[in-house]
């Protein structure tokens, strides 16, 4: 199965025109995935909590204002069938480690930023019960501009597991400072994952990501309460869409919040339910917002020259004061008859 999940992303790279060298593509594939793409652990249960099925592997194309952006995107997760949390946190660790290696400022000071990152978060991993099965996913990029790296590597956290990680993360880089921009006492949006990713040219991006309790209707009013205009302008581009606003709230809503070396900047997360076809959303949003609908249809004809079962999972919506919705993210995962 990682063979062939390889296989899709070499050929999705070619059908976005990127020409990159398909050799960091593969090894960089296997590495992060651990060589294990199975959906389901020895015991049963899902393998990994990125994807419905259980499968470690999501991918997405990106585009900014009107235009699809010639980047390669994918997050995997190493040592899913390891059942002892440490044990997936030392694994994930070792493989942060080696990927550091392929981007083009990859030394040791940026796999100490990301190994402090993840002990930050996780102080004593032996302590967590094996039943946390969400330790760090592993987020890469590749991109026209990088055709033998990487562009960026990106690690997410989890923010729910030991108790007082958004405080040291924000004491530690004041970069996650204040971006769980939400009040402690609010019950139906709060901060649950973390991440830090590093660019080709060494930039450093600190993102919260907020969830929002599904299937109560308060939620996209919360959303507009604290977010303002960006919200209700994601929320009624999905409604212009097709997505009906009396179901709005039925799915799960995330938000991010990211801080590089500028002002803070908010995307929002719309994620399918299990059964949900997205089709006919992504391409009204990519058409407006990539201009085309090439992207989105090359993750689904890449994943069927493969023999995989192609499934749309979500949408992200960035937007910035001066441009309103200017970014799309779309999000999807092949899944072979093995999985």
Known sequence: ???AAGKFLIDLAERLTL??????????MERACGGQLDALRPDGRRASTLTSSGVPFEV????R???LTPALRYVTETATQETAFSSRVAAQLAAIRDLVAWLPNGDEAVAETLRSFVATLYPDPTKVPAGHRFATWIGIVHHAAAPHHAATLKIYGDLTIAP??????SSAWPGFAGLACVPDHEKLIKPAGVAIEVDLHGNVTHKIYLRARNNDVGVPMKLVRYFGDPAWEVLSELVRCGVDAAELHQNVFEISAARSTGETTFAFYWAAKRRDD???LVGE???RHHGTTHGVDAMARAAESFGATWRYTGVGLGFSPDYGIDKLNVYGTPTWSAA
């Open 278 to 280: 997205l089709t006919g």
């Open 1 to 3: 199965m990682t063979e």
């Open 164 to 169: 007082g990680a958004l405080d040291r993360l």
């Open 65 to 67: 204002r009107g235009k």
């Open 60 to 63: 997405s194309v990106t585009g």
């Open 285 to 287: 949003l990519a058409a």
């Open 19 to 28: 020409r990159n060298d398909a050799a960091p593509i593969r090894a960089m």
